[in-house]
């Protein structure tokens, strides 16, 4: 895991956490990008997985389970978005991925395996940004929503924020 570049891509967001939206960070980074980032429930993930980004020369395809807790669902995002922001590769493909995804599953499942067992270091580093980015937002939003709460004050103190 390379933790400058991690630190770097972290600090270097001009995004408004304040006003942070699933939406409205996924149209951010598709901007960056120059590239639409389609995020898609899939009813049938296999259970190995909670997420899956996929790379079309037109589209990035995020797929995530539908039967996810929302806390859990938003992270699995995250992550997956932070592979993007990252730089990481991911699978190229180029027919859309409902015509393929009987062969796409057949390369996943060892791949994901693989993963599980012994997480690549891209997944790491994927999974400490969208800590960092969900982490983030929450700071964000509680100096908005409750700026001069106990809670607030408390992790003021702690120069938290």
């Known amino acids: 895991m390379n933790r400058r570049r991690l630190q770097a891509t972290f ?20 901007q960056r990008r120059g590239k639409p980032i389609e995020l898609q429930p899939w009813p049938s993930m296999p259970r190995a997985f909670s997420g899956l980004w996929l790379s ?18 938003r992270i699995t995002i995250l992550h997956e978005l932070a592979h993007i922001l990252l730089g990481h590769q991911t699978l190229l493909i180029t027919e859309p991925p409902r015509v393929i995804i009987g ?17 690549t270091p891209e997944d790491r580093e994927a999974e400490q940004l969208a ?13 908005i929503h409750h700026p001069s709460s ?12």
């Open 150 to 161: 106990p809670g607030t004050e408390f992790l003021k103190s702690l120069h938290v924020f």
């Open 11 to 30: 600090e270097t967001m001009d995004f408004d956490f304040g006003q942070f939206s699933l939406a409205t960070f996924v149209d951010w980074i598709a």
């Open 56 to 73: 079309h020369p037109e589209t990035e395809h995020i797929y995530y389970a539908d039967n996810l807790p929302p806390l859990l669902e």
């Open 103 to 119: 062969r796409l599953l057949q390369q996943l499942d060892l791949v994901q395996c693989r993963s599980i067992i012994n997480p």
């Open 131 to 143: 800590l960092l980015i969900h982490h983030r937002v929450l700071l964000a939003q509680a100096k």
